[in-house]
Nanobody, 126 residues
Framework: QVQLVESGGGLVQAGGSLRLSCAAS????????MGWFRQAPGKEREFVAA????????YYADSVKGRFTISRDNAKNTVYLQMNSLKPDDMAVYYC???????????????????WGQGTQVTVSS
């Protein structure tokens, strides 16, 4: 069973930056396709970014392209989300997710992921 623990959320002014981390508990992380999702109050959980285990396949939601960067360090069983130029619309709970396999089909679909973290709050003040 893979356990995912997010950290790095907090309060930031619009235009600022945050880096989220997601630490996985199991060595199977290195064979997992990983994603970040977010959920704002009253809204559906939406895709933000995803990365293959080797890092050669990376995907972003249009709303974050050019501002967010996803990366991973398999030696540390950790995936990151660097968020720059934050906007009030980025405010949400951010979730890390993992697939059992390194398979990108449905990478933007929350139901394609097998494991989830507890989430970390990102608050952006205007």
């Amino acid at each position: 069973q893979v356990q995912l623990v997010e950290s790095g959320g907090g309060l930031v002014q619009a235009g600022g930056s945050l880096r989220l981390s997601c630490a996985a508990s199991a060595p199977t992380f290195t064979r997992s396709f990983m994603g970040w999702f977010r959920q704002a109050p009253g809204k559906e959980r939406e895709f933000v970014a995803a990365v293959s285990w080797s890092g050669d396949r990376i995907y972003y939601a249009d709303s974050v392209k050019g501002r967010f960067t996803i990366s991973r360090d398999n030696a540390k069983n950790t995936v990151y989300l660097q968020m720059n130029s934050l906007k009030p619309d980025d405010m949400a709970v951010y979730y890390c997710a993992a697939k059992k396999l390194d398979y990108e089909l449905g990478y933007a679909n929350r139901y394609a992921y097998d494991y989830w973290g507890q989430g970390t709050q990102v608050t952006v003040s205007s």
